[in-house]
């Protein structure tokens, strides 16, 4: 049977710094142990439990009053090192997020207040600029600040976990986009005085469609054999599941290009390279030639299965040549 308090101290010694855990963590965690001890020989079972319930109780007292004190000063200190280069990422790919999705709504948000200077129809813009907004700023945070989290298992694991919990948001913001648009469209209606027109009445064109509407469209249409109507809407479908696929993917080549280049200027404009070349690729996709000529789930899913080959090819290369330096 393990000692009370050994799940606290294992706790914290993943969070907390070496000296806090010798100054706060083991003290009181001998005590827990001792005390425990003490009141288990003499045979009181529940005076025992009892004092482990005090003694843990204590415990996160103290840390919270360590923490109050030395957190200021601490938290500075961490984030001056490596462990917390994962942290200013994070930091680094919120501020690129809000920026760029500024930069891509500014010019409809501006145009559209100016023609009716409503605030909740100005702000109905800002979900259709996530999906490209997310994948493009933590794919230049990785790219131009990655790199001071060195190419090891462990934290290219974080930075991919990252990539996965962008790429989630950006696949939840894609289920959102029906209904934002909807609304906008309502709003807009009302702005422009139309009666009786609501939410339920105002027909719903293909961008206002949530996924399962499209597949069913799509599927009514084959039913019927209208063959180009199905291929836009497979289109639209897939389009919405390579987009935010495409967060994690080129946060895989920001990774792989951030442990090649050295220079922060050479690794941003690299970057905005690759990020202009994907979207020109999602762009060729949706021609009508690719259209007709290969199925939309190819056209669609080419740049990323592309851009997930390269960024394997140079992960492997960036390892082959840390391997040739330090042999």
């Not at 919270?64 to 280069?85: E, I, K, Q």
């Not at 490209?132 to 991919?160: N, T, Y």
């Not at 180009?228 to 993917?249: C, G, I, N, Q, S």
Request: glycine share 4%; hydrophobic share 50%.
């Amino acid at each position: 049977m393990r000692p009370p308090g050994h799940w606290l101290r294992a706790a914290a010694a993943r969070v907390c710094a070496k000296r806090t855990i010798e100054r706060v963590v083991d003290p009181i965690v001998a005590d827990i142990q001792t005390e425990y001890v003490a009141a288990a020989r003499t045979g009181h079972r529940l005076y025992a439990e009892w004092t482990r319930v005090c003694g843990y109780t204590t415990f996160w007292k103290a840390i919270g009053v360590y923490t109050l004190r030395s957190g200021p000063r601490g938290l500075l200190n961490s984030l001056a090192g490596d462990h917390w280069a994962l942290a200013r990422l994070i930091v680094y790919s919120l501020m690129t997020c809000v920026a760029v999705t500024l930069v891509l709504s500014a010019s409809p948000m501006i145009a559209t207040y100016s023609r009716f200077p409503s605030l909740t129809l100005t702000l109905l813009l800002l979900p259709q600029a996530f999906t490209i907004s997310i994948p493009i700023a933590l794919s230049l945070a990785i790219a131009c600040f990655g790199h001071r989290i060195a190419l090891r298992v462990r934290r290219v694991r974080r930075v991919l976990a990252l990539a996965a919990v962008a790429t989630l948001l950006s696949f939840a913001s894609v289920l959102t986009l029906p209904m934002s648009n909807q609304a906008y469209r309502v709003a807009m209606a009302q702005q422009l005085g139309l009666r009786g027109i609501t939410a339920y009445s105002l027909p719903r064109g293909m961008n206002e469609l949530s996924l399962t509407e499209l597949a069913v469209r799509s599927h009514e249409y084959s039913r019927a054999w209208q063959w180009e109507k199905v291929r836009r809407f497979d289109y639209a479908y897939h389009l919405r599941l390579a987009l935010p696929t495409a967060t994690f993917v080129l946060s895989l080549f920001a990774l792989a290009l951030g442990a090649l280049a050295r220079n922060r200027a050479s690794r941003f404009l690299s970057m905005a390279v690759v990020l202009a070349g994907y979207y020109v690729a999602l762009m060729l996709s949706e021609s009508k030639w690719s259209i007709a000529m290969l199925p939309p789930i190819v056209s669609v899913s080419a740049p990323n299965v592309v851009f997930t080959a390269l960024s394997l090819a140079l992960l492997t290369a960036s390892g082959d040549h840390r391997r040739s330096l330090t042999s």
